[in-house]
């Protein structure tokens, strides 16, 4: 007989996202809340089979937010700041929520801006919601678990 408490995984269709401060509501998909590392092989010459592996250049994925399109334009003139020349970097959070709808794990970006901005696909043939698609590219992600 098992003891203790159930530890099930959440879902992933709860959660929220923040850019500088204000909540945006009206996503249906996240993605890229990922960080990698560069690996440099590295071999001294009096070993014949051996290659060690060093840390290298920490590098973080693009974040990928997807959501029907409204006549909100502040994800557009977030863009066109970058499009004039003069980046508006920010800070943000993408916020996992449990079933209850309370925080319970939060990725933190840092200096983002929006990389891509792309519209909605145009199909007379089928009946979906039109998807804008936003990429932001960042310099640093972190996990927070949420108390």
Same mark, same amino acid.
């Given at each position: 007989?098992? %003891?203790?408490? !159930? ?16 909540? !945006? ?9 990922? %960080? ?6 590295? !071999? ?29 334009? %502040? ?25 209850? !709808?309370?925080?319970?794990? %939060? ?41």
């Amino acid at each position: 007989m098992a %003891s203790g408490a !159930r530890n099930d995984p959440y879902g992933q269709f709860n959660f929220l996202i923040e850019i500088d401060g204000v909540t !945006r509501a009206g996503f249906s998909e996240v993605s890229g809340l990922t %960080s990698d590392t560069n690996v440099i092989e590295y !071999r001294e010459g009096d070993e014949v089979t051996t290659v060690r592996k060093l840390k290298g250049l920490d590098k973080y994925i693009n974040i990928v937010l997807k959501r029907g399109y409204t006549q909100d334009t %502040s994800l557009w003139t977030w863009r066109q700041t970058v499009l004039d020349g003069t980046p508006q970097r920010t800070t943000g959070t993408i916020t996992l929520l449990d079933e209850a !709808r309370k925080p319970v794990l %939060s990725w933190n970006f840092t200096q983002g801006w929006p990389a891509k901005l792309e519209g909605p696909a145009m199909n007379g043939k089928t009946s979906e919601v039109a998807i804008e698609t936003l990429e932001i590219v960042h310099e640093g992600l972190e996990l927070v678990v949420v108390s």
